[in-house]
């Protein structure tokens, strides 16, 4: 065998065994979808039940996962550092690394009677979650929200502190108020100086009242919060706090209520219309103040003791919002 043909062959052999490597190194994305499906009387489906889950552009398929509840599907495909989450009658969990760009949207078949619901987690190939997006809204007068993502990554609002929102909101905003560590509250004006007290940082658990002058819309990027647990003092009375993750056992005020257990006597949030809405232990569940919790939004606790409560859950995002934009 010649000399060159043994160098086109080694390319060629080179080629054909690192190719399928240089298309996986391209794989920008490792999705986690994990969802529960009920039945027609609102029950958890028995395990076993078929579940596709696809990832489509329009109505073209470009991967798809036959999955069943109770079940893991491709838990082999998890990045090292990823910890699988433990399932239940009636859920499942689905793992697959399509190619993804911003055509494309995943899609869960469930039989008919069935109903789903489901999370999407992304993550690139060294396990780091990918970055959220997630649409904040608010009116024109009073607004109690908080920040749904992390912030703290390239190409979007980074909203770490007071100051940082009101650079994001430019000249739309007149005030925002927060309570300290010190169970007392603080309010920032676009004219505060920027080593101010009331300039406080902000989590995920941070609830703040913003005053706008007009309606403004963020496009936020971030990443789902690190949360411990959180902790309202006995030292105080009032506090104003966020549901820093998706956590599929606080939908409503009610549930945030009954997680508190007897140590609250009022929670306040805000409607669409900037109106105030106040739940009490002994307010019905179908009264309006039992609002939606969703990523973005705030509440007031007012407490009559030690109070703790833990969240868990999927990072909030634009796909996975329970209200709206």
């Known amino acids: 065998m010649s000399r060159t043909l043994l160098i086109a062959c080694s390319v060629i052999l080179v080629f054909v065994?690192?190719?399928?490597?240089?298309?996986?190194?391209?794989?920008?994305?490792?999705?986690?979808?994990?969802?529960?499906?009920?039945?027609?009387?609102?029950?958890?489906?028995?395990?076993?039940?078929?579940?596709?889950?696809?990832?489509?552009?329009?109505?073209?398929?470009?991967?798809?996962?036959?999955?069943?509840?109770?079940?893991i599907s491709n838990a082999y495909l998890l990045p090292k550092d990823y910890i699988l989450e433990e399932i239940t009658q009636g859920e499942f969990i689905v793992v697959f690394p399509p190619p993804k760009s911003d055509q494309t949207r995943i899609k869960v078949d469930v039989p008919n009677s069935y109903t789903v619901s489901y999370t999407v987690a992304e993550f690139d190939?060294?396990?780091?979650?990918?970055?959220?997006?997630?649409?904040?809204?608010?009116?024109?007068?009073?607004?109690?929200?908080?920040?749904?993502?992390?912030?703290?990554?390239?190409?979007?609002?980074?909203?770490?502190?007071?100051?940082?929102?009101?650079?994001?909101?430019?000249?739309?905003?007149?005030?925002i108020i927060t309570y300290d560590s010190e169970c007392k509250t603080q309010s920032y004006t676009p004219t505060t100086p920027f080593e101010a007290k009331s300039n406080i940082e902000i989590d995920g658990y941070t609830g703040l009242i913003v005053m706008m002058r007009q309606p403004k819309t963020l496009e936020l990027i971030g990443k789902g919060w690190d949360t411990d647990e959180k902790i309202l003092s006995d030292k105080c009375s009032t506090h104003m706090i966020g549901i820093s993750l998706k956590d599929e056992n606080i939908v409503r005020v009610s549930d945030l209520g009954?997680?508190?257990?007897?140590?609250?006597?009022?929670?306040?949030?805000?409607?669409?219309?900037?109106?105030?809405?106040?739940?009490?232990?002994?307010?019905?569940?179908?009264?309006?103040?039992?609002?939606?919790?969703?990523?973005?939004?705030?509440?007031?606790?007012?407490?009559?003791?030690?109070?703790?409560?833990?969240?868990?859950?999927?990072?909030?995002?634009?796909?996975?919002?329970?209200?709206?934009?």
């Not at 929200?145 to 940082?164: A, F, H, Q, W």
């Open 258 to 325: 009954e997680l508190l257990s007897d140590c609250w006597n009022l929670i306040i949030t805000y409607d669409n219309e900037g109106n105030p809405q106040s739940y009490t232990p002994t307010t019905l569940p179908e009264a309006k103040s039992n609002m939606v919790i969703d990523g973005d939004k705030g509440l007031i606790v007012v407490t009559k003791g030690f109070c703790s409560f833990s969240i868990t859950g999927a990072p909030w995002s634009d796909e996975n919002r329970r209200v709206s934009p």
């Open 17 to 71: 065994l690192f190719c399928p490597l240089i298309v996986w190194s391209q794989t920008i994305s490792i999705f986690v979808v994990k969802g529960t499906v009920i039945d027609s009387e609102g029950d958890p489906a028995n395990n076993g039940l078929a579940v596709e889950v696809k990832l489509v552009r329009g109505e073209e398929i470009i991967a798809r996962v036959d999955a069943v509840t109770g079940g």
């Open 125 to 175: 190939l060294s396990g780091e979650r990918v970055a959220s997006t997630f649409t904040l809204s608010l009116v024109e007068g009073i607004n109690l929200i908080s920040i749904p993502l992390d912030t703290n990554v390239e190409g979007g609002n980074m909203i770490k502190t007071v100051s940082d929102l009101g650079t994001a909101l430019g000249d739309s905003w007149n005030l």
